[in-house]
């Protein structure tokens, strides 16, 4: 099984950094342009729409913990030609907020079951992602 594990230190509260994660019209800024849909209730289902050179994708799974503003984790089902949709080709994203004070870590942990994966830790200088969603809820005001 692959771990990945991204973390990035925020200058804002974890208050405006689970906004940031968990509100779609923010997810949306820094997560490729995906429309998030969950209510982010344990048991939910949670879906990611892009779109990317005219085509549709859509990831989907379910919301598995939420402890707001610390801390929650959902499955995921990416498709490809490969892979079918069952649950051991769902990997896990777990989204840790720890801090005080108006800055906040966030920790990224994806475990992903799929073949072909190896370990990797990321900083925000080797994630776009990261630096993008740093920038936003360093510009949120709340």
Do not use: C
Not at 102 to 121: K, M, N
């Amino acid at each position: 099984m692959r771990v990945s594990k991204s973390s990035i230190h925020i200058e804002a509260s974890r208050e405006t950094v689970w906004s940031v994660v968990t509100e779609p019209a923010y997810v949306k800024q820094w997560q490729y342009g995906s429309q998030l849909q969950t209510d982010w209730s344990v048991g939910s289902q949670i879906r990611f729409i892009s779109e990317w050179q005219g085509q549709t994708f859509e990831q989907w799974g379910t919301v598995v913990q939420v402890d707001a503003p610390n801390r929650l984790a959902y499955s995921l089902f990416a498709p490809r030609p490969d892979l079918e949709d069952k649950p051991e080709n769902y990997f896990t994203m777990t989204y840790i907020l720890d801090g005080d004070e108006g800055a906040t870590t966030l920790t990224i942990l994806q475990e992903d079951p799929r073949p072909g994966a190896e370990d990797t830790v990321e900083d925000e200088e080797d994630n776009p992602v990261l630096a993008a969603l740093k920038t936003l809820a360093e510009s949120v005001v709340k």
